[in-house]
């Protein structure tokens, strides 16, 4: 498993890293707004992608989901996370 952050507006793709806050502080470095930076794990052996990150909860009550915890609750957002 490898921990990655997904950046939707630039569809750009950090990964490896130990805490998914180093991903996230390197996209913010880099121009990323923080709104559109979700976090996600990647299990290369089976290819499944898990939508479940402490960067996450800020991003689900900007969009509306205030009690869903760590997960990715937008199912649009987790989509097109599949598709970067």
Known sequence: MTKAVVDLDKELLAVNAEFHSDLEQMLLEEG???????????????????????????????AGYPRVGRYVADSAAREKRRSC
């Not at 990323?32 to 909860?57: A, K, M, R, T, W």
């Open 32 to 62: 990323s707004n923080q709104s559109s930076l979700y976090g996600i794990n990647i299990y290369y052996d089976s290819g499944e992608i898990e939508f479940d990150s402490l960067i996450n909860p800020p991003r689900n009550q900007e």
